[in-house]
């Protein structure tokens, strides 16, 4: 009787803890998982723990690292320099650090952290969640916060009793690509407030980059004394303006109070690229609501971004798992900016000023858009299509005033970034997803452009079209003495989707020349050594052949990549690969891949810890980098779609950590590879990136019990879209069977239209593989050369 008692008991509290942990669960929210600092290690300058909003222009973060590749936020370096407001790609400025004791105008070293203005920290004091970042400086005995509005910095630090407490703002600070200060000019308009800009000339790979970082700064308590410091030279007791001269590398300035212990003073930063003016228009609009309250400003930033992530609800019994896939979400939405002011003013590639005629539309700068169509172009039509719309208006206003689509437009600047004119399939899914409200004969007349005109440097700096462009339409690909000849491959890809687009607004005659032009990729499969290969412009191929070798960026050869991995580069019609390999060639040698890639992560950096053309190119499956993220799911189209579930997973576990560590191996590149982790988690991928006339989407393996998107009202049903599993777990990965809206489904991939109007996905799963669900060749997801059964 005794031990019964025990037991019972002994039952009782497990049951009652076990209770406890899910009332916890089911009062937290999706905000409540996001972890800021989850992969902030071995990262890029624009993964910031700093607060944020969606596509926000303020971008206010810690940075503690020296200028130099991947510089910023290192979480295992435990000291801070200061907080910076941008953390665009190529872009970077105005640095805040506060500080007491001895005045230091340079930073210091990162390995140093006695050296300089920075100071030390104890990593405990950390905090970071959506909208709010704060952290005790040890060496300055101040309490640091920082939260935002979308292009306004507000920052809260709270002093000890101290004579000459100061805010200092270097305008020169440390970051990823390096700038040349060309100039700067700084004024005080009263005691609480200070204005001023910076001219900034790109460093390095950044040369195309000019821009103004324009800031107008209001204190809640008046300070005693404005003083600035250029090279050298420290001036004190400013009362007129301050000028920096051309190049100076040191140029700041600095306010100083008298604080009592625990005073805080706020300090809110309004940002232009326009002018100083527009700087204060956009402090005023975004901050009157708030005054100096910096709590409002973060609890409605916090809802901001809980909003946003609430339209997908997932539901887990592993917390490890809902981190990771509300910050991966998160991530999704951080680092593209948007550089137009609240009026819709802003500054063009000819760095003359602009008004967007349409009061919602909005400028947006980034990196990039290569293979977006994997991952984020998906991403945002699904969740939040009102962003791709953003998105898509913004390019072509840019097409509108530069004469060409972008491919990254850092600071509305043409980069002429990577390869392809992938902003092409941006606007084409959005359309094909059923996100219409742009000007669709403006778009494709733009998509016609980049497509038949040689690219070529442009007249407001930087570079537009595709570099290889008449040597593709000469051969019929890229020749080796032209450039790599994986943009074969790209180009026609892009080729096709301006044939789906103009298929769908009944452009018959420009469909059909596309529709043949996307057929180029054929030129470049050599069947002797069953790859795709380097061809010359006689026609001949180039010798030797090594399928893992001859990676590059711009010149001969594969970018970023090797043979092996482009070979599977066929988006618009993986149905010729599996037919010029032979399904179980193709699925051997991709699992043989896999296989080999495994151990470390399917990711180069983990091979030798550099980011060397070299490495990214001899490692079979490299999902850090754009041309293999598809790789998973190019079993669903040769009759195995449970390897694409086992390996989708793999990737999830293995790539994909949950520490600062280990959060991405590499480069979480502008929310490219986080937006592939949400997907993949609710278990779909878009092979075809959403481009055709009629979308699919390719299933995969999903993490969840239950997945809940809630679909747009505007653009969509306005219903739900659930993804039910059952028997779900790290061991039982495997479809066993599928039913859609209550009957049994058996293609491994779905309809756009069966999403969007709503409905149920059940999957049971198991922990082997069902070989028959989903494997008959007629059940294949649709290529251009494989017609859909359904």
Same mark, same amino acid.
């Given at each position: 009787m /005794?031990?019964?008692?025990?037991?019972s008991?002994?039952t009782?509290l497990g049951?009652?803890?076990?209770?406890? /942990?899910?009332?916890?669960?089911?009062?937290?929210?999706?905000?409540?998982?996001?972890?800021?600092l989850l992969?902030t290690?071995n990262?890029?300058?624009m993964?910031?723990?700093?607060?944020c909003?969606p596509?926000?222009m303020?971008?206010l973060?810690?940075?503690?690292q020296?200028?130099?590749?991947?510089?910023?936020?290192?979480?295992d370096?435990?000291?801070?320099?200061?907080?910076?407001?941008?953390?665009?790609?190529?872009?970077?400025?105005?640095?805040?650090?506060?500080?007491?004791?001895?005045?230091?105008i340079?930073?210091?070293?990162?390995?140093k952290?006695?050296s300089?203005?920075?100071?030390?920290?104890?990593?405990?004091?950390?905090v970071?969640r959506p909208?709010?970042?704060?952290v005790?400086l040890?060496?300055?005995?101040?309490k640091?916060e920082?939260?935002?509005?979308? @292009?306004?910095?507000?920052h809260?630090y709270?002093f000890?009793?101290?004579?000459?407490?100061?805010i200092?703002?270097d305008?020169?600070?440390?970051?990823?690509?390096?700038?040349?200060l060309d100039n700067?000019y700084?004024?005080?308009?009263?005691?609480t407030?200070?204005?001023?800009?910076?001219y900034?000339?790109?460093?390095?790979?950044?040369?195309?980059?000019?821009?103004?970082?324009?800031?107008?700064? @209001?204190?809640?308590k008046?300070?005693?004394?404005?003083n600035g410091?250029? /090279?050298d030279?420290?001036?004190r007791?400013?009362?007129?303006?301050?000028?920096a001269?051309?190049?100076?590398k040191?140029?700041?300035?600095?306010?100083e109070?008298?604080?009592e212990?625990?005073?805080?003073?706020v300090v809110?930063?309004g940002?232009s690229?326009?002018?100083?003016d527009?700087?204060?228009?956009?402090?005023?609009?975004?901050?009157?609501?708030?005054?100096?309250?910096f709590?409002?400003?973060a609890?409605?930033?916090?809802?901001?971004?809980?909003?946003?992530?609430? @339209?997908?609800?997932v539901?887990?019994?592993?917390?490890?798992?809902?981190?990771?896939?509300?910050t991966?979400?998160y991530?999704?939405?951080?680092?593209?900016?948007?550089?137009?002011?609240?009026?819709g003013?802003y500054?063009?590639?000819?760095e003359?000023?602009?008004?967007?005629?349409?009061?919602?539309?909005?400028?947006?700068?980034?990196?990039?858009?290569?293979?977006?169509f994997w991952?984020l172009?998906?991403?945002?039509?699904?969740v939040?299509?009102?962003?791709s719309?953003?998105?898509?208006?913004?390019?072509?206003?840019?097409?509108?005033k530069?004469?060409?689509l972008?491919?990254?437009?850092?600071?509305?600047e043409?980069?002429?970034?990577?390869?392809?004119?992938?902003s092409?399939?941006?606007?084409?899914?959005?359309?094909q997803?059923g996100?219409r409200?742009?000007?669709?004969?403006?778009?494709?007349?733009a998509?016609?452009?980049?497509?038949t005109?040689q690219?070529?440097?442009?007249e407001?700096?930087?570079w537009?079209?595709?570099?290889?462009?008449n040597?593709?339409?000469k051969?019929?690909?890229?020749?080796?003495?032209?450039?790599p000849?994986?943009?074969?491959?790209?180009?026609?890809?892009?080729?096709?989707?301006?044939?789906?687009?103009?298929?769908?607004?009944?452009?018959?005659d420009?469909?059909?020349?596309?529709?043949?032009?996307?057929r180029n990729?054929?030129n470049i499969?050599?069947?002797?050594v069953?790859?795709?290969r380097?061809?010359?412009?006689?026609?001949?191929?180039f010798?030797?052949?090594?399928?893992?070798?001859?990676?590059t960026?711009?010149?001969?050869?594969?970018?970023?990549?090797?043979?092996?991995?482009?070979?599977?580069?066929?988006?618009?019609?993986?149905?010729?690969?599996?037919?010029?390999?032979?399904?179980?060639?193709?699925?051997?040698?991709l699992? @043989?891949?896999?296989?080999?890639?495994?151990p470390?992560?399917f990711?180069s950096?983990?091979?030798?810890?550099?980011?060397?053309?070299?490495?990214m190119?001899?490692?079979p499956?490299?999902?850090?980098?754009?041309?293999?993220?598809?790789?998973?799911?190019?079993?669903n189209?040769?009759?195995?779609?449970?390897?694409?579930?086992k390996?989708?997973?793999a990737?999830?576990? /293995?790539?994909?950590?949950k520490?600062?560590q280990d959060?991405w191996m590499?480069?979480e590149d502008?929310?490219q590879?986080g937006?592939?982790?949400a997907l993949?988690a609710l278990?779909?991928?878009?092979?075809?990136?959403g481009?055709?006339?009629?979308?699919?989407?390719?299933?995969?393996?999903?993490?969840?019990?239950k997945?809940?998107?809630?679909?747009?009202?505007?653009y969509?049903?306005?219903?739900?879209?659930?993804?039910?599993?059952?028997?779900n777990?790290?061991?039982?990965i495997?479809?066993?069977?599928?039913y859609l809206?209550?009957?049994?489904?058996?293609?491994?991939?779905?309809?756009?239209?069966?999403?969007?109007?709503?409905?149920?996905?059940?999957?049971i799963?198991?922990?082997?593989?069902?070989?028959?669900w989903?494997?008959a060749?007629?059940?294949?997801?649709?290529?251009?050369?494989?017609?859909?059964v359904?």
């Open positions: /005794k031990r019964i008692l025990i037991l008991i002994v009782l049951f009652s803890s076990i209770h406890a /942990k899910d009332v916890k669960r089911q009062q937290k929210r999706p905000v409540d998982y996001v972890d800021p992969g290690c990262s890029r300058w993964v910031t723990p700093g607060p909003t596509f926000g303020v971008q973060g810690p940075d503690n020296d200028t130099g590749w991947k510089a910023g936020y290192d979480y370096i435990d000291n801070i320099a200061g907080f910076s407001h941008i953390h665009s790609w190529t872009m970077a400025g105005l640095l805040a650090m506060p500080t007491t004791g001895e005045l230091q340079v930073p210091g070293d990162e390995n952290p006695w300089g203005y920075r100071s030390r920290i104890d990593k405990k004091t950390e970071a909208g709010y970042y704060s005790f040890d060496d300055y005995k101040v640091a920082q939260t935002s509005t979308k @292009r306004v910095g507000v809260r709270t000890p009793k101290n004579y000459r407490s100061r200092l703002f305008l020169h600070n440390n970051d990823e690509y390096g700038f040349v700067a700084l004024l005080k308009v009263s005691d407030e200070l204005c001023g800009f910076t900034q000339a790109g460093n390095g790979g950044a040369r195309f980059q000019d821009y103004s970082v324009c800031f107008y700064i @209001r204190f809640s008046p300070f005693l004394t404005w410091w250029r /090279k030279e420290i001036v007791n400013l009362d007129d303006g301050f000028q001269g051309w190049g100076d040191k140029f700041g300035f600095f306010v109070f008298d604080t212990e625990g005073e805080q003073v809110e930063v940002l690229l326009v002018s100083c527009q700087a204060k228009l956009n402090l005023d609009t975004e901050m009157e609501p708030y005054g100096f309250d709590d409002a400003v609890r409605d930033s916090e809802k901001t971004w809980n909003d946003l992530l609430s @339209r997908v609800e539901t887990s019994d592993d917390d490890d798992a809902l981190r990771k896939f509300y991966n979400m991530r999704s939405f951080c680092a593209r900016t948007t550089w137009s002011d609240v009026d003013k500054i063009d590639m000819y003359k000023q602009q008004q967007l005629s349409n009061p919602e539309d909005v400028v947006i700068g980034c990196d990039a858009f290569w293979n977006t991952n172009n998906g991403f945002w039509n699904l939040a299509p009102e962003y719309k953003m998105h898509v208006n913004s390019l072509l206003e840019l097409y509108d530069g004469g060409w972008p491919k990254g437009p850092a600071g509305i043409y980069s002429g970034i990577m390869v392809a004119s992938h092409i399939e941006l606007i084409a899914a959005a359309y997803a996100i409200d742009f000007d669709t004969q403006k778009a494709l007349a998509m016609i452009h980049q497509q005109e690219g070529r440097p442009h407001g700096g930087g537009v079209g595709n570099r290889c462009l040597s593709y339409l051969h019929g690909y890229v020749a080796n003495e032209d450039g000849v994986s943009n074969t491959l790209e180009y026609a890809f892009d080729d096709w989707s301006v044939s789906e687009f103009a298929k769908a607004l009944g452009k018959e420009v469909a059909k020349t596309f529709a043949k032009r996307s990729f054929e499969f050599d069947p002797n069953k790859y795709v380097m061809r010359n412009s006689d026609g001949s191929w010798e030797p052949f090594d399928s893992l070798g001859y990676t960026f711009l010149g001969s050869g594969y970018v970023e990549g090797n043979a092996w991995q482009y070979t599977w580069f066929v988006p618009h019609d993986v149905q010729y690969v599996v037919d010029f390999l032979g399904s179980n060639e193709f699925c051997e040698r699992n @043989r891949g896999f296989v080999a890639s495994e470390w992560k990711s950096e983990s091979v030798d810890f550099s980011e060397s053309l070299a490495s190119g001899r490692l499956i490299n999902h850090g980098n754009q041309p293999n993220m598809q790789a998973a799911y190019l079993f189209y040769a009759g195995r779609p449970w390897l694409t579930q390996w989708a997973r990737i999830m576990d /293995k790539f994909y950590g520490t600062p959060g590499g480069d502008e929310g590879m937006s592939w982790y993949s278990g779909l991928f878009q092979m075809q990136g481009c055709a006339t009629e979308p699919i989407w390719d299933l995969g393996s999903p993490l969840f019990s997945a809940v998107i809630h679909l747009s009202s505007k969509y049903s306005g219903k739900t879209f659930t993804i039910e599993t059952v028997n777990s790290a061991e039982n495997y479809i066993q069977k599928a809206n209550g009957k049994e489904y058996n293609c491994p991939w779905l309809y756009h239209k069966d999403i969007v109007g709503g409905g149920t996905l059940k999957l799963m198991g922990p082997k593989p069902n070989e028959k989903g494997s060749p007629e059940m294949a997801p649709p290529s251009m050369s494989h017609k859909a359904r």
